[in-house]
């Protein structure tokens, strides 16, 4: 009997990369099947390849009869496969997160370039048998202000060619440290500011709930007239239909766009037909270098995986073992909504450099091993906000990567070390935040929590004390003490059915400055969050997802 395991290649993969794995395994590949085709193979292969053409759903898992072991996604984003499920049925999913950045840059500045002098649209042109001289006189990028959003791998990479074509580049990235832009001589500015100064808009940025549809109605009247967009990032990034208005009215001259909401779009899709708008298939990944590139490194990590291995780029490794886990398992969650919630106080503009953490515990220091929950801090900190998926092979690299500085400092407690720590104690430093309540007396952003009866609580935030447990969400206000809070903003929640799970106060002395924290199960709609606002006594508030 064959004891080599099975690898089904099911899009176009590297040479390089089906040597690899035919090196260690049967490589069936097999392009174009349809989801019943793929249900029906999956029973025999123990590992699967896929790029972003593929969806990995639920049932591809169930199919798989506990056989697939190995989910391969040779590039970055994995929209394309249920996280979930892999993890339920116990499948680990590894990516390719670095082997094709450039070629996604190299794709950005290709439509920055076409898209400024009209080359696709005098290219159908000519082919028809025109001559339209003067049809297609373009604008020039000399001198014209790029704004970058996103300042991450692919970002980075676009605003330095960006610079050598004369451009005067800026970026957004409320979490990029200002000097690694300083460095190449980029200004990182705020959103709006990057929205009104803009000739030129390209975005880099992940697609997260924050992100979704960023570009809007709304943001698009904040733009320049005639503001031109590249988008090489996600589709959901932009409101379509907003965009499509917007080019209507002039407000966006052109866009060139690799993605789309959907892929591939409908064929009667207003926005690949206009005039204005320069498509293609989603082609950021695809030159013959980057797919050798991302081919290696998914097959590594493929093999690696099959062998048993803990791979850099698994995107769903359990962090621990199991007997570790039955005594750290809360104090992880805890480490990385700490780290969350920590992240979405910054605000935008500050980047996020310098990050402390304080673990109160009464445990002997060379007892209590904080790797792996400076790794959930590190992950909490980095995943919401970025494609990079953190694991414990992976997490100290990666956050030196990103400029992140993470110093750790033990609190020994007196008392019995039943339970190995007391508190976390997450800190920014240098930074501004978007709650200025969440600003201790010492000047950091810094969040405290604690496990009680084996869930997380958040327990401080700046200096004020609250007490809410970390399951749903969290809404933070701040308001100057006085009666009736509660009920206020209980009841702008009611009118929407959101249940409030967890309320609790903090102030520093009745009647005086205080901060409210409000556990949500459910996300309240933009309109809640404004009337709650709109309450006289809050005067600043922020809704943190967990
Ligand atoms: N078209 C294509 O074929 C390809 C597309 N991509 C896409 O490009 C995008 C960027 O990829 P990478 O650079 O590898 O990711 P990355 O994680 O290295 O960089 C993303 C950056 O966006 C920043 N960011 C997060 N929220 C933001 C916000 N609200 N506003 C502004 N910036 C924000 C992060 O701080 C981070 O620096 C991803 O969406 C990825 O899926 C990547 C490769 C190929
Ligand atoms: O790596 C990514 O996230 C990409 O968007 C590239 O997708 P692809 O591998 O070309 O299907």
């Given at each position: 009997?064959?004891?080599?395991?099975?690898?089904?290649?099911?899009?176009?993969?590297?040479?390089?990369?089906?040597?690899?794995?035919?090196?260690?395994?049967?490589?069936?590949?097999?392009?174009?099947?349809?989801p019943?085709?793929l249900c029906?193979?999956i029973s025999?292969c123990?590992?699967l390849?896929?790029?972003?053409?593929?969806k990995v759903t639920r049932e591809i898992f169930e199919s798989s009869g506990g056989r697939l072991k190995v989910v391969?996604?040779?590039?970055?984003?994995?929209?394309?496969v249920d996280l979930a499920a892999a993890t339920e049925h116990g499948c680990l999913v590894?990516?390719?997160?670095?082997?094709?950045?450039?070629?996604?840059?190299?794709?950005?500045?290709?439509?920055?370039?076409?898209?400024?002098?009209?080359?696709?649209?005098?290219?159908?042109?000519?082919?028809?048998?025109?001559?339209?001289?003067?049809?297609?006189?373009?604008?020039?990028?000399?001198?014209?202000?790029?704004?970058?959003?996103?300042?991450?791998?692919?970002?980075?990479?676009?605003?330095?060619?960006?610079?050598?074509?004369?451009?005067?580049?800026?970026?957004?990235?409320?979490?990029?440290?200002?000097?690694?832009?300083?460095?190449?001589?980029?200004?990182?500015?705020?959103?709006?500011?990057?929205?009104?100064?803009?000739?030129?808009?390209?975005?880099?940025?992940?697609?997260?709930?924050?992100?979704?549809?960023?570009?809007?109605?709304?943001?698009?009247?904040?733009?320049?007239?005639?503001?031109?967009?590249?988008?090489?990032?996600?589709?959901?990034?932009?409101?379509?239909?907003?965009?499509?208005?917007?080019?209507?009215?002039?407000?966006?001259?052109?866009?060139?766009?690799?993605?789309?909401?959907?892929?591939?779009?409908?064929?009667?899709?207003?926005?690949?037909?206009?005039?204005?708008?320069?498509?293609?298939?989603?082609?950021?990944?695809?030159?013959?270098?980057?797919?050798?590139?991302?081919?290696?490194?998914?097959?590594?990590?493929?093999?690696?995986?099959?062998?048993?291995?803990?791979?850099?780029?698994?995107?769903n490794?359990?962090?621990?073992?199991?007997?570790?886990?039955?005594?750290?398992?809360?104090?992880?969650?805890?480490?990385?909504?700490?780290?969350?919630?920590?992240?979405?106080?910054?605000?935008?503009?500050?980047?996020?450099?310098?990050?402390?953490?304080?673990?109160?515990?009464?445990?002997?220091?060379?007892?209590?091993?904080?790797?792996?929950?400076?790794?959930?801090?590190?992950?909490?900190?980095?995943?919401?906000?970025?494609?990079?998926?953190?694991?414990?092979?992976?997490?100290?690299?990666?956050?030196?990567?990103?400029?992140?500085?993470?110093?750790?400092?033990?609190?020994?407690?007196?008392?019995?070390?039943?339970?190995?720590?007391?508190?976390?104690?997450?800190?920014?430093?240098?930074?501004?935040?978007?709650?200025?309540?969440?600003?201790?007396?010492?000047?950091?952003?810094?969040?405290?929590?604690?496990?009680?009866?084996?869930?997380?609580?958040?327990?401080?935030?700046?200096?004020?004390?609250?007490?809410?447990?970390?399951?749903?969400?969290?809404?933070?206000?701040?308001?100057?003490?006085?009666?009736?809070?509660?009920?206020?903003?209980?009841?702008?929640?009611?009118?929407?059915?959101?249940?409030?799970?967890?309320?609790?106060?903090?102030?520093?002395?009745?009647?005086?400055?205080?901060?409210?924290?409000?556990?949500?199960?459910?996300?309240?709609?933009?309109?809640?969050?404004?009337?709650?606002?709109?309450?006289?006594?809050?005067?600043?508030?922020?809704?943190?997802?967990?």
């Amino acid at each position: 009997m064959d004891s080599k395991p099975t690898v089904l290649v099911a899009e176009k993969l590297g040479e390089a990369g089906l040597k690899l794995l035919k090196e260690f395994a049967n490589v069936d590949c097999s392009y174009n099947l349809s989801p019943e085709e793929l249900c029906t193979k999956i029973s025999l292969c123990d590992a699967l390849v896929v790029r972003s053409g593929t969806k990995v759903t639920r049932e591809i898992f169930e199919s798989s009869g506990g056989r697939l072991k190995v989910v391969g996604r040779a590039g970055v984003g994995i929209d394309n496969v249920d996280l979930a499920a892999a993890t339920e049925h116990g499948c680990l999913v590894v990516n390719a997160p670095t082997a094709n950045t450039v070629a996604a840059a190299e794709h950005g500045i290709a439509l920055l370039t076409a898209m400024a002098r009209n080359v696709a649209q005098a290219d159908a042109s000519i082919k028809a048998g025109k001559w339209l001289r003067n049809k297609y006189v373009g604008v020039s990028l000399v001198g014209k202000t790029l704004a970058v959003m996103g300042f991450g791998k692919v970002g980075s990479e676009v605003a330095r060619r960006a610079k050598g074509l004369g451009m005067h580049v800026i970026a957004h990235d409320p979490y990029a440290a200002a000097d690694r832009a300083r460095a190449i001589g980029v200004e990182l500015v705020s959103f709006d500011e990057a929205l009104a100064s803009a000739d030129f808009i390209s975005l880099h940025m992940p697609l997260t709930p924050a992100t979704k549809k960023i570009l809007n109605d709304e943001t698009f009247a904040k733009m320049k007239k005639g503001v031109r967009i590249v988008n090489v990032a996600r589709g959901g990034v932009i409101d379509e239909e907003a965009l499509v208005r917007a080019l209507d009215a002039g407000i966006v001259a052109q866009a060139a766009l690799d993605v789309f909401t959907e892929e591939p779009p409908p064929q009667d899709s207003k926005l690949i037909q206009h005039e204005n708008v320069t498509a293609t298939p989603h082609l950021g990944a695809s030159t013959t270098e980057a797919q050798e590139g991302v081919a290696i490194e998914v097959a590594e990590a493929v093999v690696g995986a099959l062998k048993g291995e803990l791979s850099a780029t698994a995107v769903n490794a359990p962090m621990v073992p199991a007997e570790v886990l039955t005594e750290l398992k809360p104090f992880v969650v805890l480490a990385e909504k700490l780290g969350r919630l920590a992240v979405q106080l910054v605000a935008g503009g500050s980047g996020v450099k310098s990050v402390k953490v304080k673990y109160g515990s009464a445990r002997a220091p060379d007892d209590l091993d904080t790797r792996l929950l400076r790794a959930m801090i590190t992950k909490g900190m980095i995943e919401p906000i970025s494609s990079v998926f953190i694991n414990l092979v992976n997490a100290d690299f990666t956050a030196k990567q990103r400029g992140l500085q993470i110093s750790e400092e033990r609190i020994l407690l007196d008392g019995s070390p039943e339970s190995p720590i007391e508190f976390i104690q997450v800190q920014i430093a240098n930074v501004e935040s978007k709650f200025a309540s969440a600003i201790s007396d010492s000047g950091e952003i810094r969040v405290e929590g604690r496990v009680k009866d084996g869930v997380p609580h958040l327990t401080k935030v700046g200096s004020f004390e609250v007490d809410v447990s970390l399951e749903g969400s969290i809404i933070l206000c701040s308001q100057v003490d006085q009666p009736g809070m509660i009920g206020k903003v209980g009841s702008v929640l009611g009118e929407e059915n959101v249940n409030v799970s967890f309320m609790s106060v903090g102030r520093i002395a009745p009647r005086k400055q205080a901060v409210m924290a409000i556990g949500v199960d459910e996300q309240p709609s933009k309109d809640s969050l404004k009337k709650i606002g709109e309450i006289p006594a809050i005067q600043e508030f922020v809704f943190l997802g967990l």
